[in-house]
């Protein structure tokens, strides 16, 4: 489960001073469930889930993941967590098994149980026939496949996803989309971000719209829904986020 | 502390390094080229065209001389010269290259000779040329053997011996054994080199595991695993050290390999260069010790260009970045080759007197004062930049500069 409480990032900007890239944000995503976080680009959704994955450390505020606070134990967190996103490339040098292996290695995983995982993911994903190829040969399904390979060899409880699918053709980008239901399918807590509308209408339990570092309006997309009296996803998400939109704020 | 996350990063990253071509160049193939194509090859060539300078009969001209056909016949019958007709643009000729010297014959030089007043023969030489050095020097060992004979035959004229002009003979001799005078010769370059070699050796992979990482786009990834940022920097840091020690030994063993063949076949004496000079023998003692200074003087650059490289965002960066930094490593080891010795105050002066002290560890000299304190300022040099490297894996703004 992931629970935040008042998580704050503060960045020193030379041009515009502090900024606030995610303020105050609190909310809650449940094992068996699909947290999506929508919002346009600068919203502040992959400084959120970096400090989710304690890849940054927050300003302000905690984060309780998979039962470990990601300010007093990041490092028992990462070991929960399968992080990815299109900014986590793999090692070109190394090949698809050694990338995973790595990673196996790195989670603390013993050589027996590190093999036995290997064999169980390399057969589900189908990735057997490219098991020695080295990462810079292989093609860009093969290494989404990797990546996933990578965040599932410590069965982790908790999945985060920033942006996964971003930049990816229709098919390998269904790969991802079906991993992520995958995950929820085996009671894992998922939460990604995105800012592809039908993603997250076909995906999503819960709804966190973010904007300016803002977590706006949360619910399932019913109660979003309900609560706006619109029918389509888009013309919800652009009334709650016209009023702080900002073109071009960047990270 | 985890030794053995420590280990899985440093046994991933050798894999890595050991598959990149400019890693394996920079760490393996340069130093063991670079000593034996300096000595044998180089010192060969250099060998081979002074040979042939020397070898080349110079052009020289004769201006004036008419009334003093015995200097004209005495320069004209020289062997290892050529005399060529006069024209009146030879100071240009010289310049050129066209003609090597010029020697000027007063007008009366033979009459002044026998009536004793002074005379001065000059001889036109292009100066820092060697050619022409060779030329000038041919001629004037002429003049002062024929100048040697008029005195002789002056003072056997006037019933004197010779010993009034030479009343005693001024000698050098030679008490520092051949090996040392060679390595006197070459230790400044020898510890140049070592030190120079420890850096470039480092400077690939220490740019590939930070900068090179984050612009592949692999540190988000490694940053998401269980692994704590002290274990993966020095993992890193092990790697890099490797590479560099592996580059300094490789060079300093492939120096005493060049400098043994070298000795062994006196390449220089068809130069007519001093045999004795190159004699070098640099034993296993001596690379022990060069190798056992450089040890700290490679975390301290190990640790030091992966601190500057990973505030880098991209290789190119970083590269440009690293090479001031190289400048300042080259500087105080090239002073070490100047006639500079040890004292205390240098003794804390990091790099230079890593390099003084290679000078005098190959002469077989060893001031272990001298040594303790830098080894040991070097070492706490060196630990500063390591934890300077540990404190910039930690700074988020660094880490994810942009």
Known sequence: MIETRGLTKTFNDKKRGKVKAVDSVSLVCNPGQIYGLLGANGAGKTTTLRMLATILEPSDGTAIVAGHDVVDAPEKVRANVGFLSTATALYPRLTSQEMVEYFGRLNGLDEATLKKRLDEIFERLDMNSFRDRRCDKLSTGMKQKTSIARTLVHDPQVMIFDEPTSGLDVMTARTIIGFIRECRDRGKTVIFSTHVMSEVEKLCDVIGIIQSGKLLAEGSLAELRDRYHKQDLEDIFVEIVAPLYVPEEGN | ?402
């Open chain 2, 1 to 402: 502390m985890s030794f053995r996350n420590v280990g899985i990063v440093y046994r991933k990253e050798l894999t890595e390094a050991l598959r990149d071509r400019r890693t394996l160049i920079s760490t393996l193939l340069v130093p063991l080229l670079l000593f034996p194509v300096l000595t044998a090859g180089l010192g060969a060539a250099i060998a081979s065209l002074i040979g042939k300078a020397k070898e080349e009969i110079p052009e020289v001209m004769i201006i004036g001389g008419s009334d003093s056909p015995e200097v004209v016949a005495g320069l004209q019958k020289l062997s290892k010269i050529k005399i060529v007709p006069t024209t009146p643009n030879y100071k240009e000729q010289i310049g050129n290259k066209e003609v090597r010297a010029a020697v000027d014959i007063p007008a009366n030089f033979q009459s002044d000779l026998t009536e004793q007043r002074a005379a001065t023969v000059k001889i036109y030489v292009y100066e820092g040329e060697m050619k022409s050095g060779i030329a000038a020097a041919r001629v004037e060992e002429y003049l002062k053997n024929f100048r040697d004979g008029v005195v002789k035959d002056r003072l056997a004229a006037k019933n004197l011996p010779t010993t009034v002009l030479t009343p005693f003979d001024i000698k050098q001799q030679n008490v520092a054994p051949p090996e040392k005078v060679g390595a006197t010769a070459f230790g400044g370059v020898i510890g140049y080199m070592v030190i120079l070699l420890c850096f470039t050796g480092g400077m690939y992979p220490g740019i590939d595991l930070t900068a090179g990482e984050k612009e592949r786009g692999t540190m988000e990834t490694i940053l998401s695993s269980p692994i704590s940022r002290m274990h993966l920097v020095l993992g890193k840091f092990l790697l890099v050290l490797t590479a560099s020690l592996v580059t300094a030994a490789l060079s300093v063993t492939s120096m005493g390999i060049s400098f043994a063949v070298l000795g062994h076949l006196h390449a220089f004496d068809q130069a007519g260069n001093d045999a004795a000079q190159l004699q070098m023998h640099i034993g296993l003692a001596t690379v022990l010790s060069v190798f056992v200074m450089v040890l700290p003087l490679a975390v301290l650059f190990s640790a030091l260009i992966m601190t500057i490289a990973l505030f880098a965002k991209s290789y190119k960066e970083a590269q440009s970045y690293i090479t001031p930094i190289m400048m300042l490593v080259i500087i105080p080891a090239v002073a070490a080759m100047l006639p500079v010795d040890l004292n205390a105050k240098l003794a804390l002066v990091p790099i230079l007197n890593a390099s003084l002290l290679c000078k005098e560890l190959v002469t077989g000299t060893y001031h272990w004062n001298y040594i303790a304190i830098i080894f040991f300022s070097t070492c706490v040099y060196a630990a500063a930049a390591l934890f300077l490297a540990v404190r910039m894996f930690q700074r988020e703004e660094v880490l994810f500069r942009s």
